[in-house]
């Protein structure tokens, strides 16, 4: 009987000890003590957070790498830029190959941020203390978008200048406004963003010193600060949201029925990721280049003239109307993006895809009535002209509070607030206006790709598809 006991207490100790040896693995590791000890083991599920959020780590890491190789042949001036990347082309061993890696990993990391945003909303992931992490991963989806936008310039050929003008003449968006008010003369704010931005009226040195300045130093750095603490807040909440909440489930007890130690298996899935992103990116700079046309000339203007494509949504609007579309709808977006967690309080969704199939009916259906509402107003638009067309003497005003952005944004408020009404439900209101909206976006952006054509008129031509 002694010796039993003595055989079990032996099997204790050492069961104890190799918790600890793991559990000491990760807390003295820099790289493993950003993960908690243990994890749920539902958070783990391929299908609850796809590797997104690890997949935008390694791709900014990747980028920073490659980055930096780029820097040391490359000249930020008018007159030796595109030089400087041509001999990074074609001069430079590996050079072209670094720059395509660059490249699509820019492209990758503004796709993959957008789809990280929807699914920590759709599975209700900035509920309850996690609401500064949900801002935080907004100013993170901004500071990407500028710092993609910011590289745009840097090789100075024909497809970086006229898409930064473009960029910079959304930016001064707000002219319209102040032209209608007839206040631009004193208070030209659409001209000062424009500015601040370009330095000048027009994209120049000034321009190029500015988005160099801000790829390299100013916006890395703020990315990494804003990085360095989403994790910290996601250690802080207690690790990622478990996919297993549920109303009147013992939440504590069913974690800890449920966790597994970080060390090995989360470490060795997360390389496995980076082996698979590095896999896809060398494949793909492999078989595509980065496009790369000729020397900027501001004498001769692309036409069509596009901005990178994850702007061409905005692009779009502006073509309805500048303010509108370029600097009023995007705020709201933004605002309501921000204001998100503190109008839908129902924790208790928390860690549910689409809280749910109430959720997944109304995600059904916001996607239908957005297709609805905003493929039926450009039909219109294509085809028998807007308000303009049909009368000529009308006020600017009119024209720019009444178009296919603006009715589509008061299509989706309406929609939201009659979802909230039937189903009493904040989260049921969000996951409506959040669907509606961004399948809007989805829209427009295809529209700015697909079917915009010299003049920025309606087309449809596989030819004329825009390099990005």
Not at 274 to 294: H, N, Q, R, W, Y
Not at 318 to 334: M, N, R, T
Not at 412 to 441: E, Q
Request: hydrophobic content about 50%; proline content about 4%.
């Amino acid at each position: 009987m002694t010796s039993q006991k003595t055989g079990t207490d032996k099997v204790v100790r050492e069961g104890n000890s190799y918790r600890m040896e793991r559990i000491k693995r990760i807390s003295q590791s820099f790289f493993l003590h950003i993960h908690s000890t243990r994890v749920h083991i539902s958070s783990l599920r391929p299908t609850y957070t796809f590797g997104l959020g690890i997949i935008l780590g390694f791709l900014f890491l990747i980028l920073i790498l490659t980055g930096v190789v780029l820097m040391m042949y490359y000249t930020p001036s008018v007159e030796r830029a595109y030089d400087s990347v041509k001999d990074i082309v074609y001069i430079v061993p590996g050079g072209r190959y670094i720059r395509n890696i660059h490249r699509w990993a820019s492209h990758g990391m503004v796709l993959i941020v957008f789809l990280h945003l929807a699914r920590v909303f759709y599975t209700g992931s900035y509920m309850h203390s996690r609401k500064l992490n949900w801002i935080i991963g907004v100013c993170m989806l901004v500071i990407t978008l500028f710092l993609s936008f910011s590289g745009y310039l840097l090789p100075w050929d024909q497809l970086a200048y006229w898409a930064v003008t473009i960029g910079s003449n959304i930016a001064a968006s707000a002219r319209e406004l102040t032209d209608l008010l007839g206040i631009t003369n004193y208070i030209d704010i659409g001209g000062f963003m424009k500015k601040l931005l370009i330095g000048e009226e027009t994209v120049g040195q000034p321009a190029l010193s500015r988005f160099f300045t801000l790829h390299v130093i100013f916006l890395p750095l703020s990315l990494l600060v804003l990085i360095a603490v989403h994790f910290w807040r996601i250690r802080k909440d207690g690790g990622l949201s478990c996919a297993d909440f549920r109303e009147g489930v013992n939440r504590e007890s069913d974690e800890e029925k449920n966790k597994i130690y970080t060390w090995p298996v989360v470490m060795w899935a997360e390389l496995a990721i980076l082996f698979v992103i590095s896999a896809v990116l060398l494949l793909t700079a492999f078989i595509v280049d980065a496009p790369l046309l000729e020397k900027a000339n501001p004498a001769f203007p692309e036409n069509p003239a596009k901005s990178p494509w994850y702007f061409l949504g905005i692009q779009e609007l502006v073509s309805y109307s500048a303010f509108s579309g370029g600097l009023l709808i995007p705020l709201l977006y933004l605002g309501f993006l921000i204001s998100i967690p503190y109008i839908d309080k129902q924790d208790h969704y928390q860690g549910r895809w689409f809280a749910g199939k109430t959720g997944m009916r109304t995600a059904l259906y916001s996607l239908v009535m957005s297709l609805v509402v905003v493929i039926g107003q450009l039909f219109v638009m294509v085809r028998y002209g807007w308000l303009r067309d049909w009368f000529p003497g009308i006020s600017q005003g009119v024209v720019m509070l009444v178009n296919p952005a603006t009715l589509s944004v008061i299509g989706f408020v309406l929609w939201a607030g009659w979802i909230r009404r039937k189903t009493n439900s904040t989260r049921m209101a969000s996951i409506a206006l959040f669907t509606a909206s961004l399948v809007a976006i989805v829209i427009f952006t295809a529209m700015g790709i697909w079917f915009r054509g010299p003049n920025w008129d309606f087309f449809w031509s596989r030819s004329q598809w825009p390099v990005i």
